[in-house]
């Protein structure tokens, strides 16, 4: 039995060494990535849409791509990275399960924020709410996210439930934070064309001339893409996830065969 435990100690360190090199690459790079989204959001709103107030505004309006940019994209796609840490791998679960739940409870926090700002400005402006494909996108990402954080909370979190029942619902769970993340990338994306359209619809050079601002705001989206690709890639990537005790201990007759 103590053999047993060591050799699968040994063997999970072995992994952990193996696949950290690519792994904290990969996360340099989404890091990278992420901070760029951000910052060229920002950069947007205040240089070519006249920066920031909370006052009903349209300046109002411009902490929405910023918060929602932030939230739903970047913390959200960082939080579902926790269980791929290859220091998750061993040890108790517990702590990976509340940093993977308050990482995710930010940037619901940032989301909720990101909606007052535009519900607020639209209100304040008389404009109508949820109209466009963006909005129903983007509501429906919100939603998920909140039934979604809700349930891993009440499930994974608390120690009511059965290894049956988390079991049962940890595919759906994994899906749904996949599926959550491609509706939020959709609706950035159809949410920088809107305000494109809008903003450039009466100007000298609209969006069909591809003026700097334009340019500037592809390249945004084009940098969200790309942000949430990487994501996608490394939850799927078979060789960085938490492997199974379970199936490694039943592998260990087989290597103890071959000695």
């Known amino acids: 039995?103590?053999?047993?435990?060591?050799?699968?100690?040994?063997?999970?360190?072995?992994?952990?060494?193996?696949?950290?090199?690519?792994?904290?690459?990969?996360?340099?790079?989404?890091?990278?990535?992420?901070?760029?989204?951000?910052?060229?959001?920002?950069?947007?709103m205040q240089y070519w849409r006249g920066g920031f107030a909370w006052n009903g505004s349209i300046y109002m309006f411009n902490w929405h791509p910023v918060l929602m940019v932030a939230g739903m994209v970047v913390f959200y796609g960082g939080a579902s990275l926790v269980y791929r840490l290859p220091q998750s791998w061993v040890g108790p679960k517990l702590p990976w399960k509340l940093l993977h739940a308050a990482l995710h409870l930010m940037a619901f926090i940032l989301t909720?924020?990101?909606?007052?700002?535009?519900?607020?400005?639209?209100?304040?402006?008389?404009?109508?709410?949820?109209?466009?494909?963006?909005?129903?996108?983007?509501?429906?990402?919100v939603f998920l996210f909140a039934c979604q954080w809700c349930l891993g909370f009440a499930v994974f979190l608390l120690p009511w439930a059965s290894m049956w029942l988390r079991s049962l619902l940890k595919p759906i769970h994994v899906f749904f934070g996949a599926a959550i993340l491609s509706l939020s990338i959709a609706s950035v994306i159809s949410g920088i064309n809107e305000k494109l359209f809008f903003s450039l619809k009466n100007t000298t050079r609209p969006y069909n001339s591809l003026p700097s601002e334009a340019v500037f705001a592809n390249s945004t989206g084009m940098l969200v893409v790309a942000f949430g690709l990487l994501v996608l890639y490394i939850l799927l990537a078979s060789s960085w996830k938490r492997p199974e005790p379970g199936i490694l201990t039943d592998k260990q007759p087989l290597l103890h065969d071959g000695e």
């Not at 053999?3 to 690519?22: H, V, Y």
């Not at 008389?126 to 909005?135: D, E, Q, R, T, V």
């Open 1 to 44: 039995m103590g053999k047993n435990f060591s050799d699968f100690f040994l063997s999970s360190e072995c992994m952990i060494r193996m696949a950290s090199g690519w792994f904290y690459l990969s996360c340099l790079l989404l890091g990278s990535l992420g901070s760029m989204c951000i910052l060229f959001t920002i950069y947007w």
């Open 112 to 141: 909720v924020v990101g909606l007052v700002a535009v519900f607020t400005f639209h209100n304040h402006g008389k404009i109508a709410n949820l109209y466009s494909l963006h909005s129903w996108l983007g509501i429906t990402a």
